[in-house]
C-alpha cells in the first residue's frame, strides 16, 4: 500500500484553519453525490467522515482478492479508477466492471460479512474512503440508512448488467463468445436511448465511438449542410453504425437520427482499447465481427459503382 498523499485529499495536515475548513467542505460535496450517501443530510455526512480512513493505492495495487475474510469494509472511489474481475489468480482472468469517482464497491461483505465475491485491482493510482462494517455497530441511524442505499445500488448494478448482456448477446456480434466473454465485453459498453428525431451523431463529428440498435430504428443521412441532409440508410434492431471512427479516429463521415423511439448499446473508442490490453482473446472475436459487417458493406458499395458505371 502507498504512503503518497493526494493534493486535494490531503486532510487537516500541515493547513491551517481555513484551508481546513474548505476542504472539508469539499469533501462533504464530493461525498453527497456518491449513490451509496444519496439522501444524507449535512450531518449524517460529517459524521460518516469521521468515521473513514483515506487509502491510495498505485496503478496496479490490488485492494483485496476474491475468497479474502476478514476484510468486510465498503470502499468509495475518490480519485482514479478500478477493475472488479473474477478468477483473477487462474490463467484466464474475468473482467466485470470498471469502477470510476464517486463509486463504490465491498457492499456486499459489508452487509453480510462472508468473504470478497471479486478481486478489486487499481487501473490507476487511486484514492479510497473505507468505512469498516464495525464503525457502524454504535451508528444504527446512519447504518439503517446506508445499508438501504445499498440494497438499492445493488438492485441496479445487478439489474443493468443483466440488461446490458441480454442486450448484447442477442447481436450479432457477440456470436462465438462464451457466457463469461459477453458479460466481460458487456462491462465495457454504455446503455443510451434516444426519442424519435433524437441526434445521435453528426456529420464531421470528432467523437468515436460505436453504436448497436438494440430496438427501435437510425436514419443515416448526408448532406451539405443541415438543409441539405438526405436518408441513404435506416437501420434497425442488430444493425451498427459509427465503426470507423471507433477504429481509425478520423472524423464522421455520416449523420445519424433517432427515426422512432431508440436503445442502443455504445462502445467507446477507449473502451475498445482497453479490451484489446487486457482480454485479446475478446477483442479478437469482436474486431473480426465488425470486419465482417464492414467487409459487407464495402462489398455492396462496390456493386453499386459497377452498376452505375455500366
Not at 481546513?20 to 444524507?40: G, K, N, T, W, Y
Not at 465495457?188 to 433524437?198: A, E, I, Q, S
Amino acid at each position: 500500500m502507498t504512503t503518497q498523499q493526494d493534493p486535494i485529499l490531503a486532510i487537516l495536515e500541515n493547513q491551517t484553519t481555513q484551508e481546513r475548513f474548505q476542504v472539508s467542505d469539499l469533501l462533504i460535496r464530493l461525498l453527497a453525490q456518491v449513490q451509496v450517501f444519496e439522501d444524507f443530510q449535512r450531518d449524517d455526512i460529517l459524521a460518516t467522515l469521521k468515521l473513514l480512513e483515506k487509502i491510495v493505492y498505485a496503478e496496479g495495487e490490488y485492494i483485496f482478492f476474491e475468497g479474502d475474510t476478514g476484510d468486510t469494509a465498503l470502499y468509495i472511489i475518490i480519485s482514479g479508477e478500478v477493475v472488479v474481475l473474477k478468477g483473477a489468480t487462474t490463467r484466464n482472468p474475468v473482467e466485470i466492471a470498471r469502477l470510476a469517482p464517486g463509486e463504490s464497491f465491498g457492499e456486499m461483505s459489508l452487509i453480510d460479512r462472508k468473504p470478497r465475491s471479486a478481486t478489486i485491482r487499481a487501473l490507476t493510482s487511486c484514492t479510497v474512503f473505507k468505512l469498516k462494517s464495525d464503525a457502524l455497530i454504535n451508528r444504527p441511524r446512519l447504518a439503517a440508512k446506508l445499508l438501504l442505499n445499498i440494497a438499492r445500488l445493488l438492485a441496479t448494478r445487478l439489474r443493468n448488467s443483466n440488461r446490458k448482456c441480454e442486450l448484447f448477446s442477442a447481436t450479432p456480434f457477440s456470436q462465438g463468445m462464451t457466457d463469461c466473454e459477453i458479460r466481460t465485453f458487456a462491462a465495457f459498453l454504455d446503455m443510451r436511448f434516444y426519442l424519435k428525431g433524437d441526434s445521435i451523431l453528426s456529420e464531421d463529428g470528432e467523437d468515436s465511438f460505436m453504436c448497436i440498435i438494440t430496438e427501435g430504428q437510425v436514419n443515416i443521412l448526408k448532406g451539405n449542410n443541415a438543409n441539405d441532409m438526405k436518408v441513404i440508410a435506416t437501420l434497425g434492431k442488430g444493425s451498427s453504425f459509427g465503426e470507423m471512427s471507433l477504429f481509425d479516429g478520423q472524423p464522421r463521415s455520416a449523420a445519424a437520427i433517432a427515426a422512432e423511439n431508440t436503445s442502443i448499446l455504445i462502445l467507446k473508442r477507449e473502451g475498445l482499447t482497453d479490451i484489446i490490453r487486457d482480454t485479446p482473446t475478446i477483442a479478437a472475436k469482436f474486431t473480426l465481427k465488425v470486419g465482417t459487417v464492414l467487409s459487407q458493406r464495402l462489398r455492396l458499395m462496390d456493386k453499386k459503382i459497377i452498376s452505375f458505371l455500366n
